[in-house]
């Protein structure tokens, strides 16, 4: 999914009771000067910042789009896969 589409789904999945439990961003682009495929695992990331830690929606929906910004903000046009659990992400 483009990033539009991945936060449509991530936000309708978190109004149901649904939590992400993985997202991966693939693509090739450039970032920081340099042309190269990007691949990259999010919020399996250090304690506070991963998908665990998130199990709030709001919490959860807002660690999704600070991954989308960082992404844009580093010039990348990325496509996503995302991973969706009960809330409980157990």
Known sequence: MDAGQALAFAEYGMSHGFGVSKMEAFGVGASRGKHALY????????????????????????????????????????????????????
């Open 39 to 90: 691949h990259q695992i999010l919020g399996v990331d250090d304690d506070g910042e991963n998908w665990r830690d998130h199990k709030d929606p709001g919490r959860a929906l807002a660690l999704v789009r600070s991954k989308f910004d960082d992404a844009a903000r580093d010039g990348l046009t990325l496509r996503y896969k995302i991973w969706m659990n009960g809330a409980d992400l157990d």
